[in-house]
């Protein structure tokens, strides 16, 4: 299975993974299954850091290479056809980083790992709930 980490799993793997469900958690460790990270994340986890909505072991930068390492992460880029796929996201996507998570995800039929409900409830796109 391609899955798409969405923000929070991502950081939950790493920092706080007892957040995550025993099947979420198993398939993450699946090794025949691809685990995908957006750039979108980075950028999100990067507004949360400076925030202090999320307060990191490392620097920012070797977190993040740290942990695409440690989960053998591949990058799902943002690309002319994701952004493309856009317009077509629901409305109910007001975050713009959903917007290119759901993007992402169609673009190059990944399944969504995610908690966020609104996101579960989208119609047509694959989604691994975290619940």
């Known amino acids: 299975m391609k899955l798409l980490l969405d923000t929070h799993i991502w950081i939950w793997s790493v920092e706080e993974p007892w957040k995550l469900t025993s099947e979420v958690a198993s398939e993450i460790a699946q090794p025949e299954n691809s685990l995908y990270l957006s750039p979108v994340s980075i950028w999100e986890l990067g507004l949360l850091s400076q925030r202090k909505r999320v307060i990191l072991k490392l620097d920012f930068a070797q977190w993040c290479k740290r942990s695409i390492e440690e989960l ?8 002319w056809e994701v ?3 856009l317009p077509f996201t629901r409305s109910q996507h007001r975050d713009p980083g959903d917007r290119f998570l759901v993007a992402t995800a169609n673009t190059f039929d990944l399944t969504l790992v995610t908690a966020d409900e609104r996101l579960i409830a989208a119609p047509g ?3 691994l709930a975290n619940r």
């Open 125 to 127: 796109l694959k989604v």
């Open 72 to 79: 053998s992460l591949k990058e799902a880029p943002f690309t």
């Open 83 to 85: 952004a493309a796929e």
